[in-house]
Structure formats: structure tokens, C-alpha cells
């Protein structure tokens, strides 16, 4: 939801965007949850639902992002792949737009909450530099 706030607002300074789901057709075959969540959400696979994943994936509205943006994404994280944040952190930073990418070594989806200390303290840290910086 931050990635679509971040990018479909203006009202904001700066977002952080943990773990985040930017294109649903891609996460739909490469999420471990891909397939019975997203189907069950949107009625159907992308071929019998295209438009709905389409439309409500945060990347397709990258180009009007002006919000920075601080990606967090755990190494191995297998529920919401990294490839989400990479992608639309290229699309975002493509406007001018700052976005910068913090991944989480040795962390999974839940890195921030039970991943190695080391990566949970650089998180904390990165998080209040960011908002520091930007607001």
C-alpha cells in the first residue's frame, strides 16, 4: 500500500516501502504464496483477470512518483521476491525521483521483526536517517 501511495500522491515527503508487492502478474509466478492468494483475490491467473493485476500493480504508476522512496527487502525473502522493490525503485529513480534500495542480509519477509540483529539495527537506522533527511 506504500508503493501506491507513494507513487498515486503528492501528499506525502517520503514513504518507506517494506517487502513490497509492485507487480502483481510477476508475483503471481514468483511469490510462494503467487498463485492461490493472487487468485483468489482477483478472481483468476493474469491471463483471465490482465487488467485488474494491471491496474492495481504500484509499478504501472511509477512515472508519477515524486515521493522519495526507501526500499527495504530482506536477501531471502521468498513471499515478496526482491525483484518487486528493484523494479519499481528503477522506475521511480528513471523520474528523478530519489529512491534508494536497503537489503537485509540473511533476512526473510519478516527481517525487520525477526532477522539477524545486525540487519534489524541497520533497518532502524536507515529508517530514522531517511525520514531525517527528508522531512
Same mark, same amino acid.
Given at each position: 500500500?506504500?508503493?501506491?501511495?507513494?507513487?498515486?500522491?503528492?501528499?506525502?515527503?517520503?514513504?518507506?516501502?517494506?517487502?513490497?508487492?509492485?507487480?502483481?502478474?510477476?508475483?503471481?509466478? !514468483?511469490?510462494?504464496?503467487?498463485?492461490?492468494?493472487?487468485?483468489?483475490?482477483?478472481?483468476?491467473?493474469?491471463?483471465?483477470?490482465?487488467?485488474?493485476?494491471?491496474?492495481?500493480?504500484?509499478?504501472?504508476?511509477?512515472?508519477?512518483?515524486? !515521493?522519495?522512496?526507501?526500499?527495504?527487502?530482506?536477501e531471502s525473502d521468498r513471499r515478496c521476491?526482491?525483484?518487486?522493490?528493484?523494479?519499481?525503485?528503477?522506475?521511480?529513480?528513471?523520474t528523478g525521483t530519489p529512491?534508494?534500495?536497503?537489503?537485509? =542480509?540473511?533476512?526473510?519477509?519478516?527481517? !525487520? !521483526?525477526?532477522?539477524? =540483529?545486525?540487519?534489524?539495527?541497520?533497518?532502524?537506522?536507515?529508517?530514522?536517517?531517511?525520514?531525517?533527511?527528508?522531512?
Amino acid at each position: 500500500m506504500s508503493a501506491w501511495l507513494a507513487a498515486t500522491s503528492d501528499r506525502f515527503r517520503a514513504a518507506v516501502v517494506e517487502n513490497p508487492v509492485t507487480d502483481l502478474v510477476s508475483m503471481h509466478g !514468483t511469490s510462494d504464496i503467487g498463485p492461490w492468494f493472487f487468485e483468489s483475490q482477483f478472481g483468476g491467473p493474469p491471463r483471465d483477470a490482465l487488467d485488474a493485476y494491471v491496474a492495481q500493480s504500484p509499478l504501472h504508476q511509477a512515472h508519477r512518483c515524486r !515521493t522519495p522512496i526507501l526500499w527495504v527487502i530482506g536477501e531471502s525473502d521468498r513471499r515478496c521476491p526482491n525483484a518487486q522493490a528493484w523494479a519499481m525503485h528503477r522506475a521511480v529513480h528513471r523520474t528523478g525521483t530519489p529512491s534508494e534500495v536497503l537489503v537485509l =542480509p540473511g533476512s526473510t519477509h519478516e527481517g !525487520t !521483526t525477526y532477522g539477524p =540483529p545486525a540487519a534489524r539495527r541497520a533497518h532502524d537506522r536507515a529508517l530514522v536517517e531517511w525520514m531525517q533527511r527528508w522531512l
